[in-house]
């Protein structure tokens, strides 16, 4: 898909991390940047940086969504590039131990039910709901495409580790939305993929360095090669790649230095 000048993209989770790298990457490739998250003062900022929008959307909210569509399409029109990077969750062990109570207490189904409307049902809803806009305007070449969607996973999907019985089958459920939704589109002419990333040096992950900088360092060390934390520019550089390749459909990406993670 030729990334033209102009051309409407939406990333949620776009005010920090991986999702702010990549809504820079799509405004330098000339897209109208529109960044869906909570926090508004970031991504105001950063939306007047790229020369973009910025709307408050609660992924975990319907009428948010629908009404966080609504201003982005009015802004830019309707997006063909649609990038989801926002989450919600919860850690925990299925069962730990509860040392006032001297024995075992499990996770709560409440505590699993956050984070399943926070990866997975948020990931289903952005999707679906951008897919519906796509699929009500014009193809945009010879090939009948449409747009672009590419979720966020994460190696946790496929290497999930001790304490991310919510994360790591969540974003795994992620992984499993890509390709049954990419060939129940795939009339319509649109792609559906998944990133996932390793560790990455976000603010979250950069906060270590300083309270603990041996385990930043044993961090770097696990990666096979480069033996370092990812750029968030790296991650946005596959994104790019992801939408301006036509071929790429129905795949989900390890993005991770060849790490496999160990349970904990």
């Known amino acids: 898909m030729k990334l033209d000048q102009g051309m409407a993209a939406v990333v949620t989770g776009g005010a920090s991390g991986l999702g702010k790298a990549s809504a820079t990457a799509l405004a330098e490739a000339g897209l109208k940047v529109a960044i869906f998250d909570v926090n508004d003062e970031a991504g105001q900022a950063h939306a007047q940086a790229i020369g973009g929008t910025f709307v408050h959307v609660d992924i975990t909210d319907e009428q948010s969504v629908i009404d966080g569509f609504v201003q982005a399409r009015e802004a830019h029109g309707q997006e063909r590039v649609t990038v989801h990077c926002a989450m919600a969750s919860r850690r925990g062990k299925t069962l730990g131990w509860d040392k006032e109570k001297g024995r075992y207490a499990r996770l709560s189904t409440d505590d699993y039910e956050f984070g399943a ?4 049902v948020s990931s289903y809803r952005i999707a679906s709901h951008s897919a519906l806009g ?11 495409e449409r747009g672009c969607i590419t979720l966020t996973a994460s190696v946790a999907a496929q290497d999930g580790q001790i304490g991310q019985v919510i994360y790591g089958s969540c974003k795994a459920g992620v992984n499993g939305l890509v390709l049954p939704m990419a060939r129940d589109l795939m009339d319509i002419g649109i792609r559906v993929n ?5 560790i990455f040096a976000t603010p979250l992950m950069l906060g270590m360095k300083d309270r603990n900088p041996q385990m930043w360092d044993q961090l770097n060390a696990s990666v096979p090669f480069p033996k370092r934390l990812g750029h968030p520019e790296e991650f946005a550089s ?4 992801i939408a301006r390749n036509g071929y790429i459909n129905g795949h989900q990406f390890r ?10």
């Open 194 to 198: 998944s990133v996932m990333p390793g």
């Open 117 to 120: 409307h926070g990866i997975l």
């Open 134 to 144: 796509m699929a009500n305007s014009e193809p945009l070449n010879e090939d009948g």
């Open 238 to 241: 596959l994104i790019l790649e």
């Open 255 to 264: 993005l991770d230095g060849a790490i496999r993670m160990p349970p904990r």
